[in-house]
């Protein structure tokens, strides 16, 4: 029969006939899987047909890659074939199927997030942007492999001429070499072969600092006051108030945003200020926009505030501190992710709103999936600022970061907005069939996008009604371009809006310039002290410099994009633009065009390479500033080896919540010592951990140190108004140290943050008899 002549004989070792069944099954899987990203993206709005010019090309790759898969793999076949009958046929067809999966895995990423996967997987299950789905790629497997089991059937049967090819290896080498000069964009590419091409890039690539300066980013602070000439100045320091919004790109709002109406008062806002055009988030993560935003700092490998160590540096938090401001961080979601907690505590900011102060007077987002809720929402977090908020004396500095605009939207009232997501897609002639599908396919980003920009609304509104209203700076920005709509270019990725508006204004203005959010602090700075005469550090080590300069693009101008941890793959200098090691003349708009002077892009590429190479080497080695000229330094607490070993054989994974019940359980055994010393190794981490910090105080106080105890419990009380189990403690710790005539000062501050607990409530009680006894023992005296 055919089926004999074209298959080796059971137990005879495998032929060349053998193999190439596979490839071909292999390249079948490939075609199915480029359909369904094709279908996938055709069904959201982002392409116009499944079976275009780009699907081609993907083919076109596929083919090259799977020629250089089979021209190692075949090597691979022949050795283990030779050494045990059918081996190098079973690890070949596993090493097949488990590429299939690979690219599948690799196809979903970048269906659900609009980008191909390279370096950035090496960050991927710490990102906070990160869309994943798995359910859709078990279906998909399901349906490929069954695909080729008859594939591969059909394809022993009918196998015969390819069997005569040789030599086949020179043949599939060709191919490859073929599409080594083929197109290539994310949509075209196979998407394995990108990723194992950019991680040995990656690996390959010499970022070690090879320069003589030991501070390379250090440089003369200078006073370039760009923005004074459009405010009227009055004689005491305006308060500055920042509103980033998660994931608010410049699809959303601008003279042509792609999806306009979803934040009507943020675009009239656009009209009443300054407004930059052609503004960018050095950052495609949320949290490693706070440090570039308040301190223009390099990333170092996974974001500043993911540094492993202390970094000497100065930001506009520690800057405006040091003269005189109060200053505060506001957030309705978890500060310690990512660190963000640390990095504030560093800067010693006064006031801190997290998840962790709120009560049960206010409304948690709902739950996503996994029965996570991310915190609460933007009017939610807006309200605890209006309700904790107090006039002062001093100068402010208010920095917020919204939280509803990022997935999966648990908004309040959901449907309202949806509703009205409804009725902006009925005006036909608003939005072009690509934009409408697009708009369709995620009513939840966009109804999220309403109720924000209707928060924003209520509470500027509302604090006009403040006296400190009418002199305060908004600086309003987003964090990054959103993940969940297709972008255009590389570069769109980071294009966000910065609107910047005040009573104090003279003037409107729509700003050209390309600018990032590191060019913010050092522009205020400038501004600020050529008014107000600051104490600035004679020295700074700033990415940015300043936000206004004449033309759209400036010579000399340096912006690095952090896509995301462990991918630094973007960089603008001048009016270049390198991504992914092209690189491409920037035009009006942003617009991209590849460069052809290969003497200008070799220039570029060494300017880039130079950059991650000086910014590995300050964030590692603490080289961005000396400590003399930092304003605040903050000292690593130092454990000896034999405190780690302990702590390692105590509490070895991240788990932080069960090593503060390993030291708690330590406490209750009356392990004093030890208890504190893992305590202080996790408050290392995690410096707001708040049940870490009250077990400190109580073990102090269990040890008698009362003044110790007191002290952390009042810094407790500080940091965390409402959470009930610090007052708990530190009325405990008072009556336990005869302190009961500290207790009114407490009582008030229980008032103020409406704490009702009938803990509470009996050793107030307590509290109040002693110190009515007391006082009836001293009128009997007197």
């Known amino acids: 029969m055919q089926v004999e002549k074209n298959i080796s004989k059971k137990g005879a070792p495998k032929k060349l006939k053998d193999f190439i069944p596979m490839l071909l099954t292999f390249f079948v899987a490939l075609f199915v899987l480029s359909i369904y990203q094709n279908l996938s993206l055709y069904l959201s709005g982002v392409i116009d047909s499944v079976f275009n010019k780009s699907f081609f090309h993907l083919l076109l790759n596929h083919t090259g890659y799977v020629a250089i898969t089979a021209l190692i793999l075949s090597f691979l076949f022949n050795y283990l074939e030779n050494k045990k009958a059918g081996l190098g046929y079973r690890v070949t067809r596993i090493i097949l199927l488990l590429l299939i999966g690979i690219e599948a895995l690799l196809i979903q990423y970048y269906i659900q997030n609009y980008e191909i996967l390279g370096t950035g997987i090496l960050g991927i299950f710490k990102s906070d942007t990160v869309i994943y789905s798995l359910l859709p790629v078990i279906g998909l497997l399901l349906i490929c492999f069954a695909i080729c089991y008859y594939v591969q059937k059909f394809t022993a049967k009918t196998y015969t001429i390819i069997s005569r090819m040789y030599p086949v290896t020179l043949i599939l080498f060709s191919l490859f070499l073929a599409t080594l000069y083929a197109d290539k964009k994310p949509i075209n590419e196979n998407k394995t072969h990108h990723l194992i091409s950019s991680l040995k890039n990656y690996v390959l690539e010499n970022n070690t600092y090879e320069g003589t300066a030991e501070y390379p980013l250090l440089k003369d602070y200078t006073k370039e006051d760009v923005l004074s000439t459009y405010f009227n100045i009055k004689e005491e320091k305006p308060n500055i108030l920042f509103l980033v919004v998660e994931g608010l790109g410049s699809n959303f709002i601008g003279d042509k945003p792609d999806y306009k109406g979803f ?138 970061v919204t939280l509803s605009t990022k997935n999966p939207y648990a908004i309040p009232n959901a449907e309202k907005y949806l509703q009205t997501v409804e009725k902006q897609l009925e005006n036909k002639n608003r939005y072009t069939k690509r934009v409408r599908k697009i708009i369709s396919n995620n009513k939840e980003l966009f109804a999220s996008l309403l109720y924000t920009d209707g928060a924003v609304k209520s509470f500027i509104e509302n604090y006009k009604t403040k006296p400190e209203y009418k002199n305060t700076i908004f600086i309003i920005t987003g964090t990054h371009n959103s993940t969940d709509v297709p972008q255009t270019t590389n570069l769109q990725k980071y294009k966000v809006p910065l609107i910047l508006i005040s009573p104090l204004l003279k003037t409107t203005k729509k700003i050209k310039s390309l600018t990032s959010h590191a060019d913010i602090t050092p522009s205020l700075i400038s501004f600020l002290d050529a008014n107000y005469s600051l104490k600035v550090p004679a020295k700074n080590a700033w990415l940015g410099d300043n ?46 065009l590849e460069e052809e002077d290969s003497s200008n892009k070799d220039a570029i590429k060494e300017r880039f390479r130079y950059f991650k190479s000086v910014n590995k080497y300050v964030t590692a080695t603490n080289k961005i500033i000396p400590e003399d000229l930092s304003l605040y330094v903050t000292k690593t607490k130092e454990f000896s080896k034999q405190d780690l070993i302990w702590v390692e054989s105590v509490f070895n994974d991240k788990d932080f919540d069960n090593a503060y019940e390993t030291a708690r359980e330590l406490a209750f055994n009356k392990e004093w010592d030890r208890s504190l010393l893992l305590c202080n190794y996790i408050l290392s981490k995690i410096p707001r951990h708040a049940d870490t910090e009250i077990l400190v105080g109580r073990v102090y106080a269990w040890k008698k140190e009362y003044k110790n105890s007191i002290q952390a419990l009042e810094e407790v009380i500080r940091k965390y108004p409402t959470y009930e189990d610090g007052y708990a403690a530190l009325l405990d710790v008072y009556y336990w140290s005869n302190n009961n005539d500290r207790v009114p000062e407490i009582q008030e501050i229980i008032q103020e943050n409406n704490i009702s607990s009938k803990e509470i409530a009996v050793k107030l009680l307590r509290a109040n008899t002693i110190l009515s006894k007391n006082k009836e023992v001293a009128e009997i005296n007197f």
């Not at 440090?291 to 100065?314: K, M």
């Open 547 to 592: 936000l206004v300069h004449k033309n759209t693009f400036k010579i000399g101008k340096e912006i690095p994009l952090f896509k995301r941890r462990n991918a630094i793959v973007d960089y603008i200098s001048g009016s270049n633009f390198i991504s992914k090691g092209k690189v491409y003349k920037l035009y009006k708009d942003l617009d991209l």
């Open 263 to 400: 934040t009507p008062y943020l675009q009239e806002l656009t009209k009443k200020g300054l407004f930059w055009e052609n503004h960018l988030s050095n950052s495609g993560e949320s949290f490693a926009a706070i440090p570039n935003i308040l301190g223009s700092l390099p990333f170092g490998q996974e974001g500043f505030t993911n540094l492993d160590t202390y970094t000497n540096r100065n930001t506009l938090y520690s800057i405006l501190k040091k003269n005189g401001y109060a200053t505060s961080f506001n957030y309705g979601g978890n500060s310690a992710l990512n660190y963000i907690d640390k990095f504030l505590d560093e800067e010693r900011v006064d006031r801190i709103i997290d998840k962790k102060v709120f009560n049960e007077t206010y409304s948690l987002q709902e739950k996503d999936a996994a029965g996570i809720s991310l915190g609460y929402p933007d009017a939610e977090l807006f309200k605890k600022f209006n309700t904790s908020f107090f006039s002062t004396k001093k100068p402010r500095l208010d920095f917020f």
